[in-house]
């Protein structure tokens, strides 16, 4: 059984993994455990941007920014900061060693030509099969707003999602068709959630593990046939 | 032909009433403020203005779309908590929005400047932004087709330029200068310092100056 | 009457300007004199190469090679010689200040985004509309090699040609319509030879000026119908 | 990922028998020849090359052409004074030549890299190079329709790289290096010094080592 590119880790057998939902940086702590090293990775404004607090050097991992950078480091505070140095959510960063700087259509060009190993993203659905919505709410009186999301999303040899399984109604983000405007087609490979880890891909959905729920629990609240993901070996 | 001109009036007085105007920045990183102003001081109106944004805050874009000198946006991402100018022109239908994924707003200002008619793109397939737009199977993805965004005048910012019009940048603030120099008929540039030619080093240069046509140094 | 892009000088008016034919390298001088000051120039292998030993500092013109290099400065010689610095031909170079270096898809972007002012080409044939040939004889035997001609002839602003006006056995190189394989439609806008100097373009061929020759003499050597340019101020 | 390796032998050990090689370098200049005669004594056969030329005199390229290990040329001039096993191969009809403008082969591969399914160009339109080809009239040009060029592995030349694999390179040998290393799945960079990471300035930096796998030092 294989519905996994080559920039996962493992799979990990034991279902339930925490006894409770997860927290948002223990999430990130997760995703970061998760990115296979030497890879270059974009982490999208918001939720994704906490990864970067928990990858370690070990991981010789190298960030990108759509804006012109590899080799972004973190947060810039007091004197570094520098309004010539910004990340894509336009917040002054830091430039680690083996930092370049590029245009934007060279940016876009290792975003467009499959370049990057991972990017991590935000998003309002995740469907199925992969599907994204995260750009827009299809809201009659919103300002559509777009930025670099579609070619992240169709781009990247990975896209990971980071979100709530829930919105605040209680709805399931994990739905079987998206309804919310799309970012892109079945782009989506792993979605992280506060209740479990989903794989996602032309095969359906499978559960990776889960947090404070079972396989059953977390079944009830996603309208979408799970089954869990085989461990490593099996 | 490239000239060297004293003050940022002066290097925007060609802007005619009408005109495409890219704008160089992302953010306020490469953001040419200083020929903004000069652009709002000169009176042009009825604009097409092509940059990442739509204005933030009371300064620059922002301003020349409260004073409704721009008819049209085409960028990729309008919508910030100070794109309040914007917002507003925009609910009251007096803009024209054309909201291009940041890609592909890269890609099709780059075919402008490279002399290429189209393209096909995987970036937005299947999505409302390629709604009306030709698509086909390429490589067994589906591609939506893109044209070329050519601007009469570009405004952008460098951090040097020598005497021969080339250009070196500065950081993240690189962005979208070198490809909105190449695509527009008429490249106005803000510089922090002019050298003399012979300065740069041929091996850094990022901009060359036969895509600049007027520099201006800025304080 | 306007035939002419805004890279001329001007229309000379005294029809014959020489007595005798031109020889290459003045007709290089010519093309030389020709060229508007500021202008970005490529000039192609072999006779075209010529012009540069005419060009004047005065003039402040910048060549172009496609091999990726702006500002390219004269041959070199001796210790100047580094493998590293060619032009289009392969022959070593030398580079004057202000000169910058790019890779092969940003200096064919130059080209084809319409950016030189000038390039000078050498033609096995031209047309009466200013269709060029030159890359091919299309005999069965020879090993076709076009390079950066079709990039060159579509994407100049104005493209000059320079060639002898009859081939060794006494046809005219400027035909109604080319019979050897097409270089590009319609691009070329001046024809460069030793016994005229023609303006090429929808309208047909005007004779800017004659070398040894009457227009009536000129005339009886070419298979197209010429008039004489007007002037300037005329 | 990026490794470093000790030999040239070993930079191509990788190389298939039937794999599309690009093959960087504009006459001599950028010709990684030590790569290349690596894949000559690596033995992988029945190879698509893509290079602007068709190898020259008794070396390079023109050995693997002369052996029999090139089924296709992709290139924009094969035709040189000194290119006689290629001319012998082709007019035997030994090889296979899918002959490109040169300007074509640059967009092509830059394509590839960048992630475009296809483009538009005027260039070669009404031509025969573009017989066959889709053709329609963008911006009041005929146009063609060309496709990227992608290949399995990219042997290049560069002047330095650092502990990240980012490339400075050196004059017009630069050439067609900074685009096959994007196009490529695989690519193979020799060069002449490798510094500690940190020592190339980020604004100078030509290709991004994530277009990097092997580097191998040369003397």
Same mark, same amino acid.
Not at chain 2, 40 to 55: F, I, K, P, R, S
Not at chain 2, 76 to 100: C, K, M, N, Y
């Given at each position: 059984m294989s519905v996994q590119s080559s920039n996962q880790t493992e799979l990990r057998g034991p279902i339930q993994s925490s006894d409770k939902p997860l927290g948002r940086d223990d999430l990130a702590r997760l995703v970061a455990r998760d990115i296979k090293p030497g890879s270059f990775v974009n982490l999208g404004i918001g939720q994704p941007t906490l990864v970067s607090n928990y990858l370690e050097p070990e991981q010789n991992i190298t960030l990108h920014t759509e804006n012109g950078m590899l080799g972004m480091g973190p947060e810039a505070t007091g004197e570094q900061i520098d309004g010539d140095l910004i990340n894509a959510g336009k917040i002054p960063v830091t430039e680690l060693p083996g930092a370049s700087y590029? $245009? $934007?259509?060279?940016? &876009?060009?290792?975003?467009? !030509?499959g370049h990057l190993d991972i990017c991590v993203l935000g998003a309002f659905q995740v469907s199925a099969t992969g599907d994204l919505a995260n750009w827009h709410t299809g809201a009659p009186d919103a300002i559509p707003a777009v930025g670099g999301a579609m070619d992240l999303a169709t781009g990247a040899k990975d896209v990971f999602v980071m979100m709530t399984l829930l919105t605040r109604e209680g709805v399931s983000k994990l739905v079987e068709t998206c309804t919310y405007p799309l970012t892109g087609i079945g782009c989506v490979t792993r979605v992280y959630t506060d209740k479990a880890v989903f794989l996602t891909g032309p095969d359906g959905v499978q559960v990776r593990e889960t947090f404070g729920c079972t396989l059953a629990e977390l079944q009830a609240m996603v309208p979408v046939p799970l089954k869990a993901a085989a461990a490593v070996g099996s | 032909m490239l000239n060297f001109v004293e003050s940022v009036g002066e290097a925007v007085a060609g802007i005619k009433d009408g005109s495409?105007?890219?704008?160089?920045?992302f953010g306020n990183a490469g953001q040419p403020f200083e020929l903004i102003d000069a652009l709002m001081d000169c009176g042009a109106t009825d604009l097409t203005v092509v940059n990442n944004n739509a204005g933030q805050g009371d300064q620059g874009l922002a301003l020349l779309i409260k004073e409704g000198r721009v008819k049209k946006m085409i960028c990729s991402f309008p919508r910030q908590s100070d794109s309040w100018h914007f917002d507003t022109r925009f609910r009251a239908g007096e803009i024209e929005l054309e909201l291009v994924p940041q890609g592909n707003l890269a890609e099709r200002i780059r075919?402008? !400047?490279? !002399?290429?008619?189209? &393209? &096909?793109?995987?970036t937005g397939y299947g999505t409302?932004?390629?709604?009306?737009?030709?698509?086909?199977?390429?490589?067994?993805? !589906?591609?939506?087709?893109?044209?070329?965004? $050519?601007?009469?005048v570009a405004l952008i910012k460098a951090l040097k330029a020598d005497g021969k019009g080339n250009l070196v940048y500065r950081k993240t603030a690189r962005n979208f200068g070198p490809i909105m120099a190449a695509a527009a008929k008429h490249t106005v540039v803000q510089v922090s310092e002019i050298v003399p030619t012979g300065c740069l080093d041929p091996e850094i240069i990022v901009t060359p100056g036969i895509y600049v046509n007027s520099i201006v140094k800025v304080a």
């Amino acid at each position: 059984m294989s519905v996994q590119s080559s920039n996962q880790t493992e799979l990990r057998g034991p279902i339930q993994s925490s006894d409770k939902p997860l927290g948002r940086d223990d999430l990130a702590r997760l995703v970061a455990r998760d990115i296979k090293p030497g890879s270059f990775v974009n982490l999208g404004i918001g939720q994704p941007t906490l990864v970067s607090n928990y990858l370690e050097p070990e991981q010789n991992i190298t960030l990108h920014t759509e804006n012109g950078m590899l080799g972004m480091g973190p947060e810039a505070t007091g004197e570094q900061i520098d309004g010539d140095l910004i990340n894509a959510g336009k917040i002054p960063v830091t430039e680690l060693p083996g930092a370049s700087y590029f $245009h $934007h259509a060279d940016s &876009f060009a290792i975003m467009r !030509g499959g370049h990057l190993d991972i990017c991590v993203l935000g998003a309002f659905q995740v469907s199925a099969t992969g599907d994204l919505a995260n750009w827009h709410t299809g809201a009659p009186d919103a300002i559509p707003a777009v930025g670099g999301a579609m070619d992240l999303a169709t781009g990247a040899k990975d896209v990971f999602v980071m979100m709530t399984l829930l919105t605040r109604e209680g709805v399931s983000k994990l739905v079987e068709t998206c309804t919310y405007p799309l970012t892109g087609i079945g782009c989506v490979t792993r979605v992280y959630t506060d209740k479990a880890v989903f794989l996602t891909g032309p095969d359906g959905v499978q559960v990776r593990e889960t947090f404070g729920c079972t396989l059953a629990e977390l079944q009830a609240m996603v309208p979408v046939p799970l089954k869990a993901a085989a461990a490593v070996g099996s | 032909m490239l000239n060297f001109v004293e003050s940022v009036g002066e290097a925007v007085a060609g802007i005619k009433d009408g005109s495409t105007v890219m704008i160089g920045g992302f953010g306020n990183a490469g953001q040419p403020f200083e020929l903004i102003d000069a652009l709002m001081d000169c009176g042009a109106t009825d604009l097409t203005v092509v940059n990442n944004n739509a204005g933030q805050g009371d300064q620059g874009l922002a301003l020349l779309i409260k004073e409704g000198r721009v008819k049209k946006m085409i960028c990729s991402f309008p919508r910030q908590s100070d794109s309040w100018h914007f917002d507003t022109r925009f609910r009251a239908g007096e803009i024209e929005l054309e909201l291009v994924p940041q890609g592909n707003l890269a890609e099709r200002i780059r075919a402008a !400047g490279a !002399g290429i008619g189209g &393209f &096909f793109t995987p970036t937005g397939y299947g999505t409302m932004l390629a709604e009306g737009k030709e698509t086909r199977i390429l490589d067994g993805r !589906g591609q939506v087709f893109e044209t070329p965004i $050519h601007a009469d005048v570009a405004l952008i910012k460098a951090l040097k330029a020598d005497g021969k019009g080339n250009l070196v940048y500065r950081k993240t603030a690189r962005n979208f200068g070198p490809i909105m120099a190449a695509a527009a008929k008429h490249t106005v540039v803000q510089v922090s310092e002019i050298v003399p030619t012979g300065c740069l080093d041929p091996e850094i240069i990022v901009t060359p100056g036969i895509y600049v046509n007027s520099i201006v140094k800025v304080a």
